[in-house]
């Protein structure tokens, strides 16, 4: 069966702390996996996707297949990363059925 | 930037009435996609669209709620009678076109009801 699971309802650093947000997942065949972000009074919106490879926002995620984990990491949290993080996976190509993991609340304090 | 319309953002009724969400996808986006999520949870795909053929409704609960796109645009989600538990977030999202909107979502601001 299809499952993503976020330990952290809610994570709280501090501003210029790492941050790492958890996310693992169960998937019969080869899965994409994605962040997507909720920024207060904003829409659910894509952060990053594993086959891009990009860091957006400083933002990096590896897709670890041995251990079936899609860790969001930012060495420097800034407060404007404060938000709802949830972790997806789909399978390839279009047309296919996206699985949301129950999302963490980041809180960057000052 | 084009967007995934929804309305009502807001709905209030009491239970045993019938409520109706709309949703129209950015131009040209095949895939459409109902989905609720209930407050400190993460969004559950109640219904998937290819077109104006259903992908999947195997998480829709079929005996309150129903789900149209008739034309293969914009679509329509209903639910009759409304309970105490359907109170959530309804979210429309659509696939983007083009080989690298493919798996991409884009997420409309949400139906937000609640059932008293």
């Known amino acids: 069966a299809q499952r993503v699971t976020q330990p952290e309802k809610l994570l709280s650093v501090f501003k210029g702390a790492p941050v790492e947000l958890k996310c693992n997942y169960s998937?019969?065949?080869?899965?994409?996996l994605f962040w997507y972000v909720q920024y207060s009074r904003q829409r659910l919106q894509l952060l990053l996707r594993?086959?891009s490879r990009e860091s957006i926002k400083g933002f990096t995620a590896d897709l670890n297949k041995g251990e079936t984990s899609f860790h969001l990491k930012k060495p420097f949290a800034q407060e404007e990363d404060s938000a709802m993080y949830y972790c997806?996976?789909?399978?390839?190509?279009?047309?296919?059925?996206?699985?949301f993991g129950p999302g963490t609340r980041l809180s960057v304090l000052p | 930037e084009a967007e995934v319309a929804q309305s009502p953002r807001y709905k209030i009724t009491e239970k045993s009435q019938a409520v109706a969400f709309w949703c129209d996808p950015i131009?040209?986006?095949?895939?459409l996609y109902w989905y609720r999520q209930i407050l400190g949870q993460g969004p559950e795909l109640l219904v998937q669209?290819?077109?104006?053929?259903?992908?999947?409704d195997s998480q829709l609960p079929k005996d309150r709620f129903s789900a149209e796109r008739l034309k293969g645009v914009d679509s329509t989600l209903k639910i009759q009678p409304a309970e105490l538990g359907d109170s959530a977030m309804y979210l429309c999202?659509?696939?983007?076109?083009?080989?690298?909107?493919?798996?991409?979502?884009?997420f409309g601001a949400g139906s937000r009801l609640t059932v008293l």
């Open positions: 997806a996976l789909s399978g390839l190509g279009y047309g296919q059925n996206f699985v």
């Open positions: 998937y019969s065949g080869s899965p994409e």
């Open positions: 594993h086959i």
């Open positions: 131009s040209g986006h095949a895939t």
């Open positions: 669209f290819q077109d104006e053929s259903v992908v999947d």
């Open positions: 999202a659509s696939e983007g076109g083009g080989a690298s909107g493919a798996n991409v979502l884009t």
